[in-house]
């Protein structure tokens, strides 16, 4: 029995990949000084794992902005129109196709799975050849640094042909993979690696028939032109093609007790396994922070043990442990029974050993560890706040009038448009701006008791008149408060709602060298005090054109924090949605017409095995009507969802019975057109029409080339414009400067439609 991980968080304790980066792109770290200190912070990672425990050492999973760029890196994959930059070095061009260049568009970001971690989508232009192998220099540096024979970790081929894009055919594109793949796995063999893991994390998805078969040609090759020994490792829910991968001549297969744990284990019991592989098995939650009940965990592994034989068994997280922030260690702030219930990264590595003494030396050598366990859960369940009744009461006493507006959306968009008045193709922003080092600053020391309550609260108010201003001047139509007030958009929510707890140090990579601390929502969510209404109003106060109330919605609430176990999501949605439509009510008793919930984590949230889908859209639109159903019928509400890939969920977007929608368009939005005019999609919409996550400045004529092809299926009172995504990344120069641009764009557009 060994303890095998999957991955480890790449940013850093104390984000220190995070602060590398941004130096070495601000050009105050020569390229060697940072190769020297990144190799230095993956080698610190390495020795925290061994510390830990780990025995099959995972290399290569660390990566300077993403795995899934590294392997189409490694690969060659790399669009035509970063020609210009291969001059430059393979680092600078790596970083690149991750964040754009003057002029040259970046790679597209998308979701993970069904995670808040972005990964760059591949573009197959070019034929896959094995151009470099940062795999093999990892193993090499664990090799020289610590002696160490880790165990390669890298991106399966059937996954990396799933998440990318650009091909013709897909049998075609998977089988260019085939030789390219062998040569760096054989090169993996030659300098010692005695096992690979390759992620093919795709292998959960609902597949067809000719998928699987393709699957199996795929690894059947590997094995037979390679010496490896693959661990085929799935994740983020049970196998589908449980029996055909069995069959597969791999070492090992890893499956994923967590999620998935009730179909793998019903194939488990149905098929057995194979006597010659190994089982990861994946034991501890790598996507959740609830410490593990040790004393169910090791009941698994027992029954595992009727299946496998405890030589053939590897300990695991159910993922990569990319998905929590490092120790709880360093948490001083939080409530002691809830901070004793949690279990990052380096705790569910303690875990996994705890296990296995249990396993191999007997219970009673870790008895002490496991009662401990089960008393943190217990108090856990016994803390203050987790069932609030009054909660309970009144989602329980929800009735059908609760989720329907007062008026249908066709009358509805009538009355909105006298009460509002807005010139065609009105001009906006999705709510957030610039958050510039001086305001984060600010916040610090507001935290840390530097400066007060009321200095902090006059400086946002500054903030918010100097941009109401801005905004003026620029031309646009429906302005925003900005967001100043908020460090994060779920975050900022969390602090103020009953139910949730924040962590002080509690970073996960959301991507590159951004960031963002999940909240912990353990206990009944319920508002307090106002939300947003101090802000928007004063916002509203100082300008005659509509200011838009800012809201996040109770999906993204949801999926962006770490959950509770122990209430159905549905539940939960309920109840932040309750919060927010008290909200919203104030907000429109003060005057606010434009209330926008966000809804980013929509599509994200969307289960992966089909079968589990009506079920989530029905609930999730459910609640969006809850939190908004309740406002006059001219209150005009939008919503917004900044990833493409919409399709799934545009009927779902119809259920939500939103008046307007903005979503995501500009780093590849001509499908998403073409699906909402096939879809008929008849609500206001505001298709992004600048990237705001890369830095460089879109042109006009760019913007206003794309709003004309729009045009072609959507009427001009129907289409807004507005950037892709909230602008608080940006420098305020970038910002004002783009959205001069975009208002521009409209102003052309507007001119040549005669309006
Ligand atoms: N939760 C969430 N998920 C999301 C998104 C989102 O907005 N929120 N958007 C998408 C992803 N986009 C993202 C866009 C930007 C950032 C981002 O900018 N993150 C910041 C951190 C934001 C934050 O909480 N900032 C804190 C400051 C945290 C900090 O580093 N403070 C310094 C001090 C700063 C100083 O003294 O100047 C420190 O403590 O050391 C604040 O504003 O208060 C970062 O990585 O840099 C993250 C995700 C999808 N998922
Ligand atoms: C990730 S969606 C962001 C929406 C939010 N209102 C913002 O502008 O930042
Ligand atoms: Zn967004």
New binding site residues.
């Given amino acids: 029995m060994r303890i095998s991980n999957l991955g480890y968080p790449r940013i850093g304790e104390n ?1 220190e990949l ?1 602060w590398l980066l941004e130096a070495y792109w601000e050009g105050k770290l020569e390229e060697e000084d940072f190769r020297k200190r990144v190799f230095q912070l993956e080698e610190n990672h390495w020795r925290r794992q061994l510390a830990l425990g780990v025995e099959i050492l995972p290399v290569g999973d660390f990566s300077l902005y993403d795995h899934v760029l590294d392997m189409a890196f490694a690969l060659g994959l790399i669009p035509q129109r970063f020609e210009p930059l291969e001059k430059e070095g393979s680092l600078k061009l790596y970083f690149a196709l991750a964040r754009g260049a003057e002029g040259i568009r970046a790679c597209a970001l998308k979701k993970w799975f069904d995670t ?1 971690y ?1 990964y760059l989508v591949p573009e197959w232009e070019k034929e896959p050849r094995l151009a470099s192998n940062p795999y093999l220099e990892a193993f090499r540096r664990a090799k020289q640094a610590l002696g160490v024979s880790g165990k390669p970790v890298l991106l399966g081929p059937f996954t990396l042909m799933k998440l990318s894009r650009g091909y013709k055919d897909w049998r075609e594109a998977l089988e260019s993979l085939l030789s390219p793949y062998a040569a760096l796995l054989e090169q993996l063999v030659e300098a010692g690696a005695e096992w690979v893991q390759i992620d093919e994390p795709a292998l959960v998805l609902d597949l067809e028939r000719p998928e699987i078969e393709a699957v199996e040609k795929v690894y059947n090759y590997l094995v037979e032109n390679t010496k490896v020994r693959i661990m085929l490792q799935t994740y983020f829910g049970s196998l589908s093609c449980y029996p055909e991968v069995m069959r597969l001549p791999v070492a090992g297969v890893g499956l994923d007790l967590v999620s998935g744990r009730k179909h793998n284990l019903a194939n488990l019991e149905h098929y057995g396994f194979p006597k010659d592989k190994v089982l990861g098995a994946g034991l501890v939650n790598g996507r959740n922070v609830w410490r593990t009940d040790i004393k169910a965990a090791l009941e698994l592994v027992k029954y595992l043990t009727s299946f496998v034989s405890p030589d053939r068994l590897w300990l695991q997280p159910s993922c990569s442990l990319l998905h929590l922030p490092v120790s709880v260690a360093g948490e001083k702030g939080l409530p002691p029974e809830l901070k004793n219930a949690l279990s990052f990264a380096d705790e569910r590595l303690k875990e996994l050993r705890i296990l296995k003494e249990a396993l191999t030396r007997g219970e009673e050598t870790v008895r002490e560890e496991i009662e401990e366990a089960s008393r943190a859960r217990q108090a856990l369940d016994a803390m203050p706040g987790r069932v609030v009744p009054a909660v309970r009461r009144r989602v329980s006493a929800l009735g059908e009038e609760e989720f329907v507006r007062s008026v249908p959306f066709e009358e509805r968009q009538q009355l909105q448009a006298e009460k509002l008045n807005l010139s065609p193709l009105p001009t906006t922003t999705i709510g957030s701006f610039p ?1 510039t ?1 001086t ?3 600010i ?3 507001f ?1 840390r008791g530097e400066i007060s309550k009321q200095e902090y609260r006059e400086f946002i108010r500054q903030e918010i008149a100097r941009w109401i201003r801005i905004q003026e001047e620029i031309g646009l139509d429906v302005l925003v408060h900005g967001e100043f007030e908020r ?5 900022f929510f969390a602090a103020k709602l009953s139910g949730f707890a924040l962590t002080a140090n509690g ?1 996960v990579q ?2 590159g ?6 909240p912990i929502l353990y206990g009944d969510v319920w508002r307090r005090e106002s939300l947003t209404v101090a802000e928007t109003s004063y916002a509203q106060s100082l300008t005659s054109k509509p200011v838009k109330g800012i809201l996040t919605g109770p999906v993204t609430m949801i999926k ?1 924090s770490f959950v509770r176990e122990d209430l159905e999501e549905e539940q939960i949605a309920y109840q932040i949605a309750l919060a927010l439509r008290d909200e919203i009510a104030e907000l429109e008793k003060e005057g606010i017409r434009i209330i926008q919930v966000d809804e ?2 929509f599509r994200e949230a969307l289960p992966l095995k089909k079968r589990e889908r009506p079920q989530y859209l029905l609930w999730s639109a459910q609640a969006f009507r809850l939190a908004t159903a309740g406002v006059k019928p001219e209150t005009q509400i939008h919503t917004h969802m ?1 990833y493409a890939d919409l399709e799934e969920v545009l009927p779902a977007l119809e259920g939500m019975d939103p008046d307007v929608v903005s979503v995501e368009a500009a780093r590849g939005g001509a499908e998403l057109v073409e699906q909402l005019g096939r879809h008929g999609f008849r609500r206001g919409i505001g298709l992004g029409v600048f990237d705001v ?1 890369s830095p460089y400045l879109p042109q006009e004529e760019e913007m206003e080339r794309f709003l004309s092809r729009v045009l072609e299926v959507f009427p001009p009172d129907r289409l807004w414009v507005n950037p892709d ?2 602008l ?2 940006r420098k305020e120069e970038e910002a004002v400067e783009a959205l001069r641009r975009m208002v521009a764009a409209a102003r052309r557009l507007r001119a040549r439609l005669g309006r």
Avoid: F
Avoid at 487 to 491: G, T, W
Avoid at 513 to 518: L, T
């Fill in positions: 984000r995070k808040n972005h958050q080092p305001l984060r600053s916040r610090a020391r935290r460090s994060d958009m779920v975050e970073w959301s991507y060298s951004r960031c963002v601390k999940p962006w980013p984590a900044c996550h995504c909230g608080k990344t």
